[in-house]
Structure formats: C-alpha cells, structure tokens
T-cell receptor, first 112, second 120 residues
Framework: ETGVTQTPRHLVMGMTNKKSLKCEQH?????MYWYKQSAKKPLELMFVYNFKEQTENNSVPSRFSPECPNSSHLFLHLHTLQPEDSALYLC???????????FGEGSWLTVV | AQTVTQSQPEMSVQEAETVTLSCTYD???????LFWYKQPPSRQMILVIR??????QNATENRFSVNFQKAAKSFSLKISDSQLGDAAMYFC?????????????????FGQGTILTVHP
C-alpha cells in the first residue's frame, strides 16, 4: 500500500468539462508535487508546494489550477483542457529537507 | 539547469543474469542526490536506490547497486540475479541538495527512461 494515494485513477473528460484530481499523503511530509508524464517524454514537474505554499510553477498553462489546503492534500483542478493534455499525472510528497520523494500511483487523464 | 540522460531506450536480460543501466547527468552543483526509480505496468514510481553526492561509497540495496562516478557525472544501476518482477521502466533522477538554495531544491529532474525486459 502506497503512502501517497491519488483519485481517480482514470478520468475521461471533454474539453469543456471541469474536473479535479485529488492526492493525499499519509507520510507526514510537508512538501507535495504534481508531475506530468506524457508518452515519449521525460516526467515534467508542474507544481511544488512547501508547507501549503506554492513555491514552483513550471510554466504550466492556467487551465491547470492547483490547490493545497493543508500539507496532506493536494488537488489539481482541470478546466477547458486540450487533447494534448492527456497524460498520466503523478502526485508526490517529501519532507521539505528530506532527500527522497515518494510517488502515488498516478491518475490517467484522457481528454476527448 | 540540470539535465539527465539515459542513452539506452531498451535493455533486456535473462533471468538470473546481471544487467547494467546507464545514466549521465550534467550539473554545476556540488550538493545533490541521484535516484533510480522503477515504474512497473501499474505506473507507480517506486524508489529503487538513492545516492548522496557527498558519499564516495556506492549505494547498495540487496540485488541493486550503483556505480557513481562523480567526476564523470555518471550514475549506472546494476541489477544482479535479475528476476521477472524486475521488468519495468527505469528512470534515473537528479535532485538538488538543501544547500543548493532557491526553489531548485526539491525538484526531481528525470531522464527519458529505460525499458527493461527480463526473459525467463
């Protein structure tokens, strides 16, 4: 059982829909991350949150809107996505001063 | 910016044999960590092994070991006594250390990945 859980595991949405991905970590960490994994591309960091504050936005389009209400939960709100946004979205967490990042199982997103 | 390169898109090994996956990286930092992650068909990224740059001794975790060549900026993964369950995509990753400062700390930079096939 992973210490980082993501829901839903699979999501199909239309380009005009609004949906959200949820991530919860049970490891007592204080930093959380969203990564995007597209076919044939390395994993790309999207956002970093430290102690609920966003410290990194890696030039992500505004149609992706993250939210971190507390150190254990991280959301990725999705609206008016494009088909090229179809990918595996991985959530991860770590201690702010720790050296290892732990990942969830990912949420498969398909935009139709 | 740091870069990580895995030059082997695919590798294969016979069960019980040994295989080495290659990784090189580029950085101007002196404080950093290197990782190998495994991604099986379930798609979860699983930490295999970690190496601190300040440590000269190569990390070892059971059948997994690394050859860390800091001057050459090389970080290869050796899998001994390969098992069918080792079949997966393997990613090499770099993370700046706490002394790197700024917002670079905490970010993982990944290589392109190597698909490992294990033949029975």
């Amino acid at each position: 059982e992973t210490g980082v859980t993501q829901t839903p595991r699979h999501l199909v949405m239309g380009m005009t829909n609004k949906k959200s991905l949820k991530c919860e970590q049970h490891l007592g960490h204080n930093a959380m991350y969203w990564y995007k994994q597209s076919a044939k591309k390395p994993l790309e960091l999207m956002f970093v949150y430290n102690f609920k504050e966003q410290t990194e936005n890696n030039s992500v389009p505004s149609r992706f809107s993250p939210e971190c209400p507390n150190s254990s939960h991280l959301f990725l709100h999705l609206h008016t996505l494009q088909p090229e946004d179809s990918a595996l979205y991985l959530c991860a967490s770590s201690q702010r001063t720790g050296n290892t990042i732990y990942f969830g199982e990912g949420s498969w997103l398909t935009v139709v | 910016a740091q870069t990580v390169t895995q030059s082997q898109p695919e590798m294969s090994v016979q069960e019980a044999e040994t295989v080495t996956l290659s990784c090189t990286y580029d950085t101007s930092e002196s404080d950093y960590y290197l990782f190998w992650y495994k991604q099986p068909p379930s798609r979860q990224m699983i930490l295999v092994i970690r190496q601190e740059a300040y440590k000269q001794q190569n990390a070892t975790e059971n059948r997994f070991s690394v050859n860390f060549q800091k001057a050459a900026k090389s970080f290869s993964l050796k899998i001994s006594d390969s098992q069918l369950g080792d079949a997966a995509m393997y990613f090499c990753a770099y993370r700046s250390g706490a002394n790197a400062g700024g917002t670079s700390y905490g970010k993982l930079t990944f290589g392109q990945g190597t698909i490992l096939t294990v033949h029975p």
